[in-house]
């Protein structure tokens, strides 16, 4: 039988442009030319969902990778230049950040290095449970530009801190620019001096270097591949300290984000007040023949119990009893989800920050730990300052919300009154009697929101005016339009006629005449600043160790995807390795190309470059006619690192019409060469090619025919022991299970697999069936309407291709 099992294939309807398996389940993220983002399982290839593309997100995926843990799949965005971090359960947008270069590339690794100062922090990590409560939920957002947050994100959210253990995502792109992001979220570094475009990226575990492969010009304006080493020495070094730090700041980037996300819902309760109020005054307003202003109307019906015409033709023929009735609890029901937001949201994720911020400033007083790294005590109290005016504007705003609520019930409990006069029907007792002070209440409230003044009306509001509380959910830099009385206010006046107090670092800033959304926005810039530093410091420490030109890139394979084409890098985590694997089709067809470094820039590494040549028979021990095949020369189309000792490659016959073979490639003997490659510094690799070392290979029966496909691109997972095998045209794709041992015994290991799938994929298929939980007696018929909805779906796209 042949090698590997193939256990799905299918025809897409868009080419695939990139795809990454997940390293710790059975899935595969495939990006194509539309711009869509697919989940597919190992198994017959079954769709799992599907993110499709936006204006809000970006249309053109240009780089994918995997959190470590499989939990979180980012992807890259060439024409909004947007990194964006997806959750794999739900398919939820979590985060985004802007990148001043599109990327071209990404890497996402797990720091293995292990110590006791780092042991003692994985333990004491989850200290701010003890002391901070956990943060609520954020209610159902119903806005069209916060779609993609969706009900109760704040988990979510929180999630995306992952495990304590350091992980790095590392982007690269055009210019030479290379980023590092700690936990995906923090960007701990800043590489400048890189040369090129990006092609691919890998960090050692260890932190010790970088392996860069760049795209440079050449003098002669040719494209030329380079392999290009840094060191990233200060970040291993002081491993604990980042790890610290990095997870500090990723706490408080996570908190921003939920403080950004709960003033968005903020927001849409109080343009949903103005909505409910001009729905039911602008007709009024516009058929009105009177002079009179609204504010004017109502104040005779306050103060004389009689209205004009028109008030009271609105009233009851537009308003009713009934709609009044129904129209107050609605805006005191929005007046009341601003208020829950402002408690319970913004005021639990300022003291939140405030922790954290605290906790950052005590690591900038120890010097000789975390000076190296950047982190500036100064910087971070000035972060400390303004998350202080944060919690101080938003406790000013519960307060006018507070008189706005009680002005509100006022007026609308008068009107009800007023309304029920008119019809003539029984008021209750309850209701009758009406104090001086409710009197002023409901003036105050016709002062506040029928203002006289249009031009007030022209920014949201057409008719009703909430400029008390809507002037602080403003994105503008005005200032407030009625800012709040402080006349008579003790403390205030106390600390004006104090001048030890009067400008004291002890105190916030309270910014009275602006916005919340203002002082939310001077709290990000200085946060960012404070983040950007170490960020500046750490880039600046690293430095390039090795740059190699390796070859110039054939004009052919211009139009072949980037993200495809080879190099590929590895990290072996055990040897403390990279390698390099690589072909020059010019030079040497039928060769491929291994390129050894070690991961401490000083270590010298024997035998760096040797190659293998594939002009051999494809042996089969299992095949009784394998003395009878003939010989074969084939040429490599792809390869990628299957583990630390294992190629997975697929070729091609020399011949244009010749068969296609998957196979995996043993690097034991091949790395054991002793003759020793000097190279030549003034000159390319492709120019010393006859130097190289060389190592012949017999395969075995670790190879298997692909018939009835130009195969072209592989991608593996050795952990989880499968290829994905992607053909010429992007659209052709076969799944394959790579070490099977007995046909039989393998698919029961391959059912009890798929059935142990823990929680995600279960999760998964009930989403895609529409219901919250699969109950064990019912997964037989769920797997049925499944497979019948693959079906489906797959003659969808052969009639598409057709």
């Given at each position: ?15 695939v442009?990139?795809?990454?398996w ?6 595969i ?61 739900k ?52 806005s069209?530009?916060?779609k993609?947050f969706?009900?109760e ?17 590392v ?6 620019f290379?980023?590092l992001y ?5 960007k ?17 575990s260890?932190l ?17 591949i380079?392999y ?15 790890t ?9 980037s ?17 343009e ?5 109020m ?8 516009q058929?009105?023949?009177?002079s009179?202003?609204?504010?004017d ?11 004009s ?6 009233l009851?023929?537009?308003?009713t009893?009934?709609?009044?009735k129904?129209?107050?609890q ?8 601003i ?7 913004l ?10 911020l605290?906790?950052?400033?005590g ?12 982190l ?5 109290e000035g ?9 101080l ?7 006018v ?13 008068w009107?009800?009154?007023a ?13 009758n ?13 016709l ?7 249009e ?14 509380v ?7 830099d005005?200032d407030l339009?009625?800012p ?6 003790q403390?205030?006046?106390?600390l004006q ?17 602006k ?12 946060i960012?600043?404070?983040?950007q ?5 750490i880039?600046k420490s ?15 394979s ?20 990279h ?7 010019e030079?040497?067809p ?7 470094k ?11 470059v ?9 042996d089969?021990a299992d095949d ?6 003939p010989?074969y020369?084939?040429?490599c189309?792809d ?46 690799l ?5 130097a190289?070392p ?8 670790q ?22 095998v992607?053909s010429?045209?992007?659209?052709h ?10 046909e ?11 059935a ?17 939980s ?16 693959e ?5 969808e ?6």
């Open positions: 039988m042949p090698a590997f099992r193939q256990v799905g294939e299918k025809q897409l309807p868009n080419p442009m990139c795809m990454a997940s390293p710790k389940r059975d899935l993220a495939l990006a194509n030319t539309t711009g869509e983002l697919l989940l597919h399982r190992l198994a017959s290839f079954q769709r799992v969902w599907s993110l499709p593309p936006s204006e809000f997100t970006g249309k053109e995926i240009t780089a994918l990778a995997w959190r470590p843990d499989g939990k979180i799949l980012a992807f890259s965005l060439g024409d909004t230049k947007q990194v964006v971090l997806c959750g794999v359960e398919a939820e947008i979590l985060h985004m950040f802007p990148m001043q270069n599109p990327v071209t590339c990404m890497h996402w690794m797990e720091v293995m290095e292990e110590s006791s100062a780092l042991n003692s922090f994985y333990n004491s990590e989850d200290e701010s449970k003890l002391f901070l409560p956990k943060l609520p939920t954020l209610p159902k957002s119903y069209t530009t916060s993609i969706s009900e994100k704040s988990d979510e959210i929180m999630n995306l801190l992952g495990e304590v253990r350091l992980n790095v995502l982007l690269g792109g055009d210019a030479g290379v980023e700690a936990y995906g979220m923090y701990i570094a800043n590489l400048t001096g890189v040369s090129g475009t990006c092609r691919s990226l890998s960090l050692s260890d010790k270097s970088l392996s860069v492969i760049t795209e440079v010009r050449s003098a002669d304006n040719n494209p030329e380079c290009i080493q840094l060191d990233t020495g200060l970040l291993s070094d002081c491993l604990p300290e980042v610290r730090m990095a997870r500090k700041f990723t706490h408080i996570t908190l921003l984000q939920y403080l950004h996300l709960s003033l968005t819902c903020m927001c849409e309760a109080w949903d007040i103005l909505m409910q001009d729905l039911r005054l602008t007709k009024f307003v058929e009105k023949n009177t009179t202003q609204v504010q109307e109502f104040l005779e019906l306050l103060l004389w119990g009689q209205s015409p028109e008030l009271q033709a609105l009851m023929n537009q308003l009893v009934k709609g009044l129904k129209l107050g609605s805006i005191e029901s929005s007046y009341s989800s208020q829950k937001l402002v408690i319970s949201h005021q639990s994720g300022s003291e939140a920050l405030l922790y954290h605290s906790e950052v400033k690591m900038s007083l120890w010097k000789q730990k975390f000076e190296p790294l950047g500036d005590s100064a910087a971070i972060a400390i300052t303004a998350v202080g005016s944060f919690s504007k938003a406790n000013e705003l519960l307060q919300i507070d008189k706005s609520m009680k002005n509100f019930k006022a007026f609308f409990r009107l009800y009154v309304m029920l006069r008119m019809c003539e029907e029984h008021v209750p007792p309850e209701l009697k009406m104090t001086q002070k409710d009197i002023a209440f409901v003036a105050d409230f002062s506040e929101h029928f203002s006289e003044n031009e007030l009306f022209d920014r949201k509001g057409k008719y009703f005016n909430v400029e008390r809507g002037q602080y959910l403003k994105d503008e005005e339009v009625s709040p009385n402080t006349k008579g206010n403390w205030l006046k106390f006629e104090s001048t030890h107090l009067k400008e004291s670092p002890l105190l916030f800033p309270s910014y009275p005449q916005s919340l959304h203002f002082v939310k926005r001077m709290m990000e810039n200085v960012e600043q404070c983040l530093k170490p960020a500046e410091v880039g690293v430095k390039q160790a090795v740059f190699l030109p390796l070859y110039t890139v054939p004009e052919s211009e139009n072949t995807p980037r993200l495809f084409e080879l190099p590929s890098l590895w990290n072996d985590k055990k040897a403390k390795m390698y390099v694997v690589f072909c020059m089709p030079i040497s039928c060769k491929l190309y291994l390129l050894r070690g991961t401490d820039p000083n270590r010298h590494i024997p035998n760096s040797v190659s293998i040549d594939f002009s051999h028979h494809l089969n009784d006619n394998a003395a009878a095949q010989h020369v084939y040429r189309l390869a990628r690192f299957y583990d630390d000792e294992m190629l997975t490659v697929v070729m091609q016959g020399a011949e244009e019409s010749s068969r296609h073979v998957l196979a995996q490639l043993p690097l034991a003997s091949t790395l054991s060469c002793e003759t020793e490659f000097n190279w030549e510094p003034n000159l390319r492709d120019q010393q090619s006859s190289i060389c190592q012949g290979l017999v395969l075995g029966n190879w298997r025919e692909l018939e009835n496909m130009k195969a072209q691109f592989v991608a593996v997972n050795g952990i989880r022991k499968v290829a994905c992607l010429a045209n992007l659209r794709i076969r799944v394959f299970e790579m070490d099977v041992e007995d039989d015994d393998e698919g029961n290991e391959s059912q009890n697999a798929s142990d799938q823990d929680g995600l994929e279960t999760s998964m298929t009930s989403q895609g069936q529409g219901e919250e699969v109950e064990a007696g019912a997964e037989e018929h769920g797997g049925d309407r499944f497979q019948k909805a079906e489906q779906l797959e003659s796209e052969a009639l598409e291709l057709s």
